[in-house]
């Protein structure tokens, strides 16, 4: 359907614009070039992120060269409030930062200040997982929801560590077996209420114990800003290469049958498409979100005399951990409008997730092989 969408959004671009300004999170709403090198393609980088942190978040972009491959990836960071604290989360792995100081915005604070989350999700890591960590203390996330306290780095082995929230008693455990889970669930809970945790440790570098109070500020929002990353990163529903063709099958049908309630049914909450918009100067590439789509098409339709498309040579690939999977496939498309007959040939590349148990669309970009011509 790229075709037919480049010449819909010709008509409907001052709808796509105007919807940039209420729909930010889903937009580039500013794109650096700083490291951008000319003449390469531009492509857009893998994401384990595929919904808005929260609504009103806005998302900036940055291309950054890719030596090995001579691309201009696309890299997306979302920076919003969330309950009036302020984050900065990379689309590629969920990582960033919340701000930790009240008073201070997140850019003007120290480094040290705010809250940072690292993300691992290479399927090649042992243990899959986020941490949300500022100064001495720091809080995993794991795959399967448990978490792990952890104080300082570079323990001395044998030794202990301490945790005091407040004035509530002192927490201590081993370095080597770490807190037990009463006692991190007991960490875990004092901390969401908590002004200041005080924190003990042995460095084996330099032999004695190491103490440090860390601020508590916003807490809360930056625990539920790594849950909403986690929850998104580490699904535990698998989708198998059944499943996408499941999809695809259903999708195709649908759109013979010009059903677009049913396309709706397989398009995930945070589904997004790039569409070409033709004869814009400079050229302009808008993203539709799933409800600009979906109104897209239904409106597009009733213009059409005539519309069918033929779909080949389908590959999918599934990722190791099976979270996710990729399709492209060559898709043929004749248009008859105003009584004029078109043909184009594109490659579509499609990916999808499990949402709510069952496998859906999140994004589709294609890339032309073959112009308007007449056809045979």
């Not at 940072?116 to 090649?124: A, D, E, G, V, W």
């Amino acid at each position: 359907m790229n075709r037919f969408l480049q010449r819909l959004a010709k008509y409907y671009l001052p709808m796509l614009l105007v919807s940039t300004a209420v729909s930010a999170e889903e937009l580039c709403a500013y794109i650096s070039r700083s490291h951008y090198v000319d003449g390469w393609e531009e492509v857009g980088s893998k994401e384990g992120i595929s919904s808005p942190i929260t609504h009103g978040g806005v998302v900036n972009c940055s291309f950054f060269p890719d030596q090995s491959e001579k691309l201009n990836v696309l890299v997306r960071q979302e920076r919003g409030d969330y309950q009036n604290i302020e984050y900065r989360i990379f689309y590629t792995d969920g990582s960033g930062m919340i701000q930790g100081e009240a008073g201070k915005r997140l850019d003007a604070a120290d480094y040290q200040d705010n809250w940072k989350l690292r993300c691992r999700t290479n399927p090649s890591d042992q243990l899959r997982h986020c941490v949300l960590q500022k100064g001495d203390l720091s809080i995993h996330r794991y795959r399967d929801g448990s978490f792990m306290v952890d104080v300082g780095s570079n323990q001395k082995p044998g030794s202990n560590m301490l945790v005091r929230v407040d004035s509530n008693e002192a927490i201590t455990a081993d370095t080597q077996d770490g807190f037990t889970d009463e006692q991190t669930d007991l960490i875990l809970e004092q901390v969401k209420t908590g002004k200041t945790v005080h924190t003990r440790y042995e460095n084996v570098s330099n032999q004695w114990q190491t103490d440090s109070t860390v601020n508590l500020f916003a807490y809360p929002q930056a625990a539920d800003i790594m849950e909403i990353v986690a929850a998104d990163l580490f699904t535990v529903d698998k989708i198998t290469a059944d499943d996408v063709r499941q999809v695809i099958t259903a999708t195709d049908l649908a759109s013979e049958h010009h059903d677009s309630d049913e396309i709706g049914r397989y398009l995930g909450k945070s589904f997004f498409k790039y569409v070409d918009v033709p004869g814009s100067s400079p050229p302009v590439t808008a993203r539709v979100d799933r409800t600009q789509y979906l109104e897209m098409i239904r409106k597009g339709w009733k213009t059409l005399e005539d519309y069918s498309y033929q779909r080949k040579d389908v590959v999918i690939n599934v990722a190791p951990d099976e979270a996710s999977a990729e399709s492209n496939s060559t898709v043929v498309e004749t248009i008859s409008m105003n009584g004029q007959k078109m043909v184009s040939k594109v490659r579509e590349y499609a990916r999808y997730k499990m949402e709510d148990g069952r496998a859906v669309i999140v994004r589709i970009e294609t890339q032309t092989l073959v112009g308007d011509t007449m056809p045979e």
